[in-house]
T-cell receptor
Framework: AQSVTQLGSHVSVSEGALVLLRCNYSSSVPPYLFWYVQYPNQGLQLLLKYTSAATLVKGINGFEAEFKKSETSFHLTKPSAHMSDAAEYFCAVSRDEAAGNKLTFGGGTRVLVKP | GAVVSQHPSRVICKSGTSVKIECRSLDFQATTMFWYRQFPKQSLMLMATSNEGSKATYEQGVEKDKFLINHASLTLSTLTVTSAHPEDSSFYIC????????????FGPGTRLTVT
């Protein structure tokens, strides 16, 4: 079974400050890991994904995440927050291709950006 | 590319009626579609997985007779909430993947269902 834990349901950052969203996973097979962003009343948009290539993954909107197997983590960072980064962020894990790409989501972290 | 649409975006229905939500992949053929449910301020919970031309596979605890899923073509899947009740009010999101997309799902914008 797989699971994802996102530490902190809410994160408040000042505009221009570092954004750090934590994600830890549990998986019995090599995982495929994703970060999604959701704006109010909208679907999910993929920020970035890890699929066993480079451990440091760069995504859209200046976000990046690092896969650390020893820590079973895939934390999301952005050096300088913008007001437009205020949204809900979800970390997700997928099993291998044979499992039909089913995603297991973490509980989400809501980011508030203060001017 | 990889655009998924949902219709309607919002729907209000009376208790006891049925409502159908459509999920379409606009520019690719989706061999697999997923339906999620999201309660306010909560994460997405997978309801079912459907492969084109096959019966949907429901997650544990999801009533297959209440949430009817049809995936009749490679670009369309429908979710019908039968005999809706207020507790079915939620945000329903679909996603689609293809044989070429490998590990990536493309999400629709969601449908807000309110049952009165």
């Amino acid at each position: 079974a797989q699971s994802v834990t996102q530490l902190g349901s809410h994160v408040s950052v000042s505009e221009g400050a570092l954004v750090l969203l934590r994600c830890n996973y549990s998986s019995s097979v090599p995982p495929y890991l994703f970060w999604y962003v959701q704006y109010p009343n909208q679907g999910l948009q993929l920020l970035l994904k890890y699929t066993s290539a480079a451990t440091l993954v760069k995504g859209i909107n200046g976000f990046e995440a690092e896969f650390k197997k020893s820590e079973t983590s895939f934390h999301l960072t952005k050096p300088s927050a913008h007001m437009s980064d205020a949204a809900e962020y979800f970390c997700a894990v997928s099993r291998d291709e044979a499992a039909g790409n089913k995603l297991t989501f973490g509980g989400g972290t809501r980011v508030l950006v203060k001017p | 590319g990889a655009v998924v649409s949902q219709h309607p975006s919002r729907v209000i229905c009376k208790s006891g009626t049925s409502v159908k939500i459509e999920c379409r992949s606009l520019d690719f053929q989706a061999t697999t579609m997923f339906w999620y449910r999201q309660f306010p301020k909560q994460s997405l919970m997978l309801m079912a997985t459907s492969n084109e031309g096959s019966k949907a596979t429901y997650e544990q605890g999801v009533e297959k007779d209440k949430f009817l899923i049809n995936h009749a073509s490679l670009t369309l899947s429908t979710l019908t909430v039968t005999s809706a009740h207020p507790e079915d009010s939620s945000f329903y999101i679909c996603s689609a993947s293809s044989a070429d997309s490998r590990y990536e799902q493309y999400f629709g914008p969601g449908t807000r269902l309110t049952v009165t």
